[in-house]
């Protein structure tokens, strides 16, 4: 639905007594290591009677492969979140000469070989 350099709009039908799943793929590690934390939260899309729905410039970017695109929903809209939940750490970068190798490639990989050059 829409997507910044921060932040991304999925729809997705939920029930208070049910359970979803939501995959992400394609994300890229920020730039400096650490750890990491999301902010999560639902909106509705429900009318909210007295609030203007809209501030963006139209016509919308439609969401293609990269780029900022869509319209964020309006901060009234939001139900229910959860800030700054803790999630794994990004590991820094370390130069090695490109006949060095990991086998497996996958972090956290039990019995790993690593191969220095």
């Known amino acids: 639905k829409a997507r910044s ?4 709009v999925g729809e997705l039908a939920l029930v ?3 359970r979803a ?11 400096k290591p650490g750890p990491a934390s999301w902010s999560i ?3 509705t899309t429900a ?3 007295g609030v203007t729905t ?3 410039v139209m016509p919308l970017r439609p969401c293609g492969a990269t780029g900022a695109c869509g319209q964020f929903l309006i901060p009234e809209a939001r139900r229910d979140e959860s800030l700054n939940v803790p999630a794994f750490g990004v590991l820094g970068y370390i130069d090695v000469q490109s006949s060095s190798k990991v086998n497996p490639i996958y972090y956290g990989a039990k019995a790993a ?3 220095l050059d």
């Open 5 to 8: 350099t921060e932040s991304i």
């Open 16 to 18: 208070a007594t049910g």
């Open 21 to 31: 799943t939501l995959q992400l793929q394609g994300l890229l590690n920020p730039t």
């Open 41 to 43: 939260a639902t909106f």
């Open 47 to 49: 009318t909210i009677p």
């Open 54 to 56: 809209t501030t963006t």
């Open 113 to 115: 070989t690593v191969s």
